[in-house]
């Protein structure tokens, strides 16, 4: 006779499986530290506005404009000033997006979804501020006043305007294209790791009897060879 087999003598073949798939502690991503990137890629890109509307203010071309005492009316009415100024967010805004997917890639090479959100959200935040910062910066929106002020034929200036919306999506858009492709060219690679330590090997031929493997039945009574006497 054999003794009853304990629950301590064989394991539930599930076991070994639930403890691989739970992972490490060192394994688990640290969702902490992935929203902490994320909100300081976001503030860091989001105050680069500041430079970039500062620069947009001083590099647009400016509309000029002069009154007859009844109506104002544009100096040159063939310039392209006006569309000159949307031409100068646009370039500024790729160039910017490129240069803060290169700052974020070299910072964070290993990528992830927060930084690429933080990543994007900063650049849309950054573009809003550099419009409404250079805006700001430039002439006043009040043109009557402005042409009461300066004076009946005295040249003076148009506020600066964004008229093309779609420009402040040049900052997002680079940014996004250019960390994808240095994610995606210079990024870590990850190795597939097959755990295949729970599959009995096959040896055809052995002379010694391979383990069985943790999802095999146990022994029965009935398997074992009869004993003598």
């Not at 073949?13 to 992935?34: K, M, N, Q, T, Y």
């Not at 994007?120 to 006043?145: D, E, K, M, Y």
């Not at 858009?173 to 994808?180: H, P, Q, R, T």
Request: glycine share 12%.
């Amino acid at each position: 006779m054999t003794a009853p087999l304990t629950p301590h003598d064989h394991q539930p073949p599930h076991s070994s499986f639930l403890s691989d798939d739970a992972g490490s502690p060192e394994e688990r991503p640290d969702v902490g530290r992935a929203m902490r990137d994320g909100a300081v890629i976001t503030l860091g890109v989001a105050v680069l506005g500041v430079l970039f509307g500062v620069l947009w203010w001083w590099v647009a071309p400016q509309v000029p404009l002069i009154s007859d005492g009844t109506a104002v009316y544009l100096k040159d009415s063939e310039g392209e000033q006006s569309v000159g100024a949307d031409g100068w967010f646009t370039l500024m805004g790729l160039g910017f997006g490129a240069l803060a997917a290169g700052a974020v890639f070299w910072w964070r090479r290993a990528g992830g979804v927060a930084v690429v959100i933080g990543l994007a959200a900063g650049a849309l935040a950054a573009s809003v501020v550099a419009w409404r910062l250079g805006v700001a910066c430039g002439p006043t929106q009040n043109v009557i006043a402005h042409a009461k002020q300066v004076g009946v034929g005295k040249v003076f200036y148009a506020p600066l305007q964004l008229r093309a919306k779609a420009a402040l999506l040049a900052w997002p858009i680079a940014s996004m294209g250019v960390f994808l492709a240095l994610t995606s060219a210079f990024g870590p690679r990850e190795e597939l790791q097959q755990h295949d330590e729970h599959v009995p090997l096959r040896c055809d031929g052995c002379s010694t009897p391979l383990p069985p493997s943790p999802s095999s039945p146990p022994p029965s009574a009935q398997d074992e060879p009869p004993r003598g006497g």
